[in-house]
């Protein structure tokens, strides 16, 4: 596994393959492409046999803080420290700051506080019609 901060080479048929794991309305690769552009960091995990991405991050920033909305790691290769690679990574590239912060599933709080986050309150509003970012 070769683990990048450069979307350079990448292309949506090398995000094809199942993120967005029970979303009801998944964003298509094109659309996961532009995510990740449009982030202000993001790391990837990538499979260097297939060059297909394998798990990533994203982060999105304004000076003192920063929020990150998306950890994802195909099915087929969890279980094997990517997701905890992928966090540790981003938090490297994301200590300079203030704060971070994310928002997740009860269930996800032990894996993010084993990386030493915090838990805290937080609040959100889903809107699940625009949820494949189209």
Known sequence: MRYTTSLEG?????LDGGFFDG????????VHLKILRG???VV?????DSGKVAGFINAVSRI?????PLLEVLPQYRNRGIGTQLVQLML????????VDLLCDESLRPFYEKLGMKPATGMMIRNYKRQSGI
């Open 39 to 41: 982030s202000w960091k």
């Open 23 to 30: 979303w009801p309305n998944k964003p298509t690769p094109e």
């Open 92 to 99: 490297d590239e994301l200590n300079m700051l203030y704060m």
């Open 44 to 48: 990837l995990a990538v499979d260097e």
């Open 64 to 68: 003192l803080s920063a929020y990150i």
């Open 10 to 14: 990448i292309l949506p048929e090398h």
